[in-house]
């Protein structure tokens, strides 16, 4: 397998989302070929704080994320990556690719001056937990979510 992690193109938006809606959590909320994803697109190709990356094989988009780069105060005005949506295509799962993305991740991370990566994860994907564990990340924080209509 030859992979290789590129910036994500609108073309790319068909393939994300059969991704996010291939699993118990995102089966839920996700709502593939509505117009409402290209539109997000847009936003977020535009902003150069965010990167969505695709992992290719070949043509065929088997992995993605998205980075955003936030710069705060704290810290000494450390800026902070954030890694969001991590999704492998099902058929891709368990050949190291997810690692293989979170360590581009934080490479892309480091490149970028980032004194931290962070993310988050549901709390009921106990493997994932496990996964971002072996990978050095901490749960050293508490994360809350208020879902607004």
């Not at 991704?19 to 070929?33: H, I, N, T, V, Y």
Request: charged share 25%.
């Amino acid at each position: 397998m030859k992979i290789t992690i590129r910036r994500a193109t609108a073309a790319d938006v068909h393939p994300i989302v059969a991704m996010l809606a291939d699993d118990p959590l995102g089966a839920q909320r996700e709502k593939p070929g509505d117009p409402a994803y290209l539109k997000a697109f847009e936003v977020i190709d535009a902003d150069p704080h965010q990167h969505l990356a695709v992992a290719v094989d070949g043509d065929e988009v088997v992995g993605t994320l998205q980075l955003t780069f936030t710069t705060g105060l704290s810290r000494l005005g450390t800026t902070r990556a954030t890694v969001e949506a991590v999704r492998v295509r099902s058929d891709q799962r368990g050949n190291g690719l997810g690692e293989h993305l979170i360590r581009w991740a934080i490479d892309e991370a480091r490149a970028r001056g980032c004194g931290m990566v962070q993310l988050t994860t549901d709390a009921s994907r106990v493997d994932a937990h496990r996964f971002y564990e072996r990978l050095g990340f901490a749960a050293s924080h508490v994360g809350m979510k208020l879902v607004l209509d």
